[in-house]
């Protein structure tokens, strides 16, 4: 787990390092060959509690 939930990110930082989908690729993330899940825009971090699915949420306010 490289970001954790809450988190800001950028565009292109790793989220989490995975072998195999135990996380999977939500709403602005994208998967890359080792199944590493980063982010597509910048925002938070946010985890679905239902599902294993990471989600970046975009804000106006994310850059600080």
Do not use: C
């Not at 809450?6 to 565009?11: D, F, K, L, P, R």
């Amino acid at each position: 787990m490289k970001a954790f939930g809450s988190e800001i990110v950028n565009a292109g930082s790793i989220i989490i390092r995975q072998r195999g989908t135990k996380w999977e690729a939500g709403e602005n993330v994208g998967t890359g060959r080792d199944w590493t899940l980063f982010a597509l825009k910048d925002g938070r971090v946010k985890f679905d509690k239902n599902g294993r699915r990471v989600n970046v949420v975009a804000e106006a306010a994310a850059k600080n």
